[in-house]
Antibody, heavy 118, light 108 residues
Framework: QVQLQESGPGLVKPSETLSLTCNIS????????WSWIRQPPGEGLEWIGY???????NYNPSLKSRVTISLDTSKNQFSLKLISVTAADTAVYYC????????????WGQGTLVTVSS | EIVMTQSPATLSVSPGERATLSCRAS??????LAWYQQKPGQAPRLLIY???TRATGIPARFSGSGSGTEFTLTISSLQSEDFAIYYC??????????FGGGTKVEIK
């Protein structure tokens, strides 16, 4: 059974860096593509980016200048870094697995709320 | 960027009734359209992809239709567990992958 679990600080100060990790169980990180998606409180979903099992990435152009997604195959996990955060980055952050060759999401983590506040 | 617009924002339906949700794309996405269900405090769940193919384990009362710019998700007979927010997502022209703003299906 595939399970994804996000972890990281729940509170980040403005202008600092948001860092999250997604731990994967029940699947090999090397066999699939992985993504981060976020959802501001009470709002809709925003795709942040993908990382491929090759390590190549694809980001939302609106966030591209601030985002880095990386793999750690030895730990079967991948990570998100978002620099220079503001209150607008406050959201529930989800990690998710891409469903094979189709850029949709078949497995999701439970999500973690990150609040940007001083 | 392709903008996805869902309507209505809120749909009030009685249990056992039919619900019809709409999703419109700002330009053609062919059949590259997925639907997700999200319950409070939970992650979204994939329901439909390819505009009309149900994901694994999704009941037959959920059906999707449409192509191009107009899409519909139909729930034939609403069960109590179906009251949730539903999102559409296009994957025809990306990055970025984009989602609609959601339709909340509530109990009438």
């Amino acid at each position: 059974q595939v399970q994804l679990q996000e972890s990281g600080p729940g509170l980040v100060k403005p202008s600092e860096t948001l860092s999250l990790t997604c731990n994967i169980s029940g699947a090999s990180i090397s066999s699939h593509y992985w993504s981060w998606i976020r959802q501001p409180p009470g709002e809709g979903l925003e795709w942040i980016g993908y990382i491929y099992n090759s390590g190549n990435t694809n980001y939302n152009p609106s966030l591209k200048s601030r985002v880095t997604i990386s793999l750690d195959t030895s730990k079967n996990q991948f990570s998100l870094k978002l620099i220079s955060v503001t209150a607008a980055d406050t959201a529930v952050y989800y990690c998710a697995r891409r469903a094979g060759s189709t850029p949709i999401f078949d497995y999701w983590g439970q999500g973690t709320l990150v609040t940007v506040s001083s | 960027e392709i903008v996805m617009t869902q309507s209505p924002a809120t749909l009030s339906v009685s249990p056992g009734e039919r619900a019809t949700l709409s999703c419109r794309a700002s330009q053609s996405v062919s059949s590259n359209l997925a639907w997700y269900q999200q319950k409070p405090g939970q992650a979204p769940r994939l329901l439909i992809y390819g505009a009309s193919t149900r994901a694994t384990g999704i009941p037959a009362r959920f059906s999707g239709s449409g192509s191009g710019t107009e899409f519909t998700l139909t729930i034939s007979s609403l069960q109590s567990e179906d009251f949730a927010i539903y999102y559409c997502q296009q994957y025809n022209n990306w990055p970025p992958l984009t989602f609609g703003g959601g339709t909340k299906v509530e109990i009438k």
